[in-house]
C-alpha cells in the first residue's frame, strides 16, 4: 500500500530546496524535528499555498487559480482536484484532529490536517475508512498564528510511533496568503463528509473536483477565519465522477447542498453562528457543512446530475 506521508515528503523537499523563492521558513527544532513557517514570520506565496495544499492531501491532489466574478469584483478561485478522494480529502486533508491539551490561552484548540490523520487514525472523521498509514515521517499541517513548539513536536511524533526527527509541521495562519488558499481547497473534504453521513458509499467516489472564490485577505485570524468559511460554503462547489445506480444519486442530491432545504440557519452570518457555538464550528451541529452546488457524472450509467447554485449575496454581504 502507498503511504500518503511518503508521498506528502516528495514536496516537502521542494518547499525545502526552493525555501526561499517560496518565501517560506525552515526551522530544526533542537529534538530533530522540522517546523515550516509559511505565514507567520514569512510571507509565502502562491506556490507556496498550492504546494501546502497539494501536500494536505497526500499527495493525491492537485490545485490550480483562476478567476471569479463577483458583481463589479474580480476574485482568484482555488481549484483542486483529487484522485482516491476518500483517502485524499477525509483521511489526510480534513482539519478534523483536534488537540485540547495544546489549547492556546484565547482558549483555541489547536485542529491537525494533513496525512499525520492517516497515520493516527483518533479522530471521527478517519475512523469509518480503511485506510491506514505506516510510515517513519509524519507530515502535520497547523493552522495557527504561532510557531509550534518542541513539546509539541514531540507529542506528535509520541502518537505516531516515531522518532521526533521524523515529524514535519506546516504551518500558516488563516490571515495568510498560504492559510486562506489552505481554507478554500477544502471544497470537497466537507462534501465527502456530506455525502457519508447520507449514506452514500463514497468508495463509488472515483475522482473529484472542487472550487471556490478566494475572499481579500485580513491579518485578523476572527475576519479571515469568517470570510473562509462563508466563501467555501456560500461559493464553493464541487463535482464528483461516480461508478453507481443513478437512484443512489437521486437519493440525496437535493439534501447534499447548503440550502434553506438543509438547514434553518441558511443565510445566517457565519460569525453569528458561530458565537452561538462558542467559536467551535463542530457544535454547529444544525448548520449544513458543504458547499452551495453540487455537479455528479455517473460513470456507469453516463447521465449527469447538477443541484444548487453560490448565494453571491451572502459572499458579498460577508465583505
Not at 488558499?181 to 463509488?204: G, P, Q
Not at 472564490?213 to 456560500?234: F, G, H, Q, V
Amino acid at each position: 500500500m502507498f503511504s500518503v506521508n511518503k508521498e506528502a515528503m516528495k514536496i516537502v523537499k521542494k518547499i525545502i530546496e526552493n525555501k526561499d523563492t517560496l518565501n517560506a521558513g525552515v526551522i530544526s527544532l533542537k529534538n530533530g524535528s522540522t517546523v515550516i513557517d509559511m505565514g507567520i514570520n514569512y510571507p509565502g506565496g502562491w506556490k507556496a499555498a498550492r504546494y501546502l495544499a497539494e501536500i494536505t492531501m497526500g499527495g493525491l491532489g492537485l490545485l490550480n487559480y483562476s478567476t471569479y466574478q463577483l458583481g463589479e469584483l474580480e476574485l482568484p478561485q482555488v481549484n483542486v482536484y483529487a484522485d482516491k478522494p476518500v483517502i485524499a480529502c477525509l483521511s489526510c486533508q480534513l482539519s478534523g484532529w483536534a488537540l485540547p491539551e495544546f489549547k492556546n490561552d484565547a482558549g483555541i484548540v489547536p485542529l491537525i490536517s494533513g496525512p499525520v490523520r492517516a497515520i493516527i487514525k483518533e479522530d471521527r472523521f478517519t475512523k469509518p475508512f480503511s485506510y491506514q498509514d505506516k510510515s517513519g515521517k509524519a507530515v502535520v499541517v497547523l493552522q495557527d498564528k504561532t510557531l509550534p513548539s518542541e513539546e509539541f513536536a514531540a507529542y506528535i511524533a509520541k502518537k505516531c510511533k516515531i522518532e521526533p526527527k521524523g515529524v514535519v509541521i506546516l504551518v500558516a495562519p488563516t490571515g495568510s496568503l498560504v492559510g486562506l488558499v489552505n481554507v478554500m481547497a477544502r471544497t470537497l473534504e466537507t462534501s465527502l463528509w456530506r455525502l457519508y453521513e447520507l449514506s452514500f458509499d463514497v468508495n463509488n467516489v472515483i475522482s473529484a473536483w472542487g472550487k471556490a472564490p478566494l475572499p481579500p485577505i485580513s491579518k485578523d485570524e476572527y475576519t479571515a477565519m469568517i470570510r473562509a468559511n462563508t466563501y467555501i460554503y456560500y461559493g464553493g462547489t464541487a463535482g464528483f465522477v461516480v461508478n453507481c445506480k443513478d437512484e443512489d444519486i437521486e437519493r440525496i442530491i437535493e439534501d447534499i447542498t447548503l440550502s434553506p432545504k438543509t438547514t434553518k440557519q441558511y443565510g445566517i452570518p457565519f460569525s453569528k453562528l458561530l458565537e452561538e457555538a462558542g467559536g467551535n464550528i463542530f457544535n454547529m451541529t444544525e448548520f449544513c457543512h458543504n458547499v452551495t452546488k453540487v455537479n455528479f457524472y455517473n460513470s456507469f450509467t453516463g447521465n449527469t446530475f447538477v443541484y444548487g447554485k453560490n448565494d453571491q449575496k451572502m459572499l458579498l454581504e460577508c465583505l
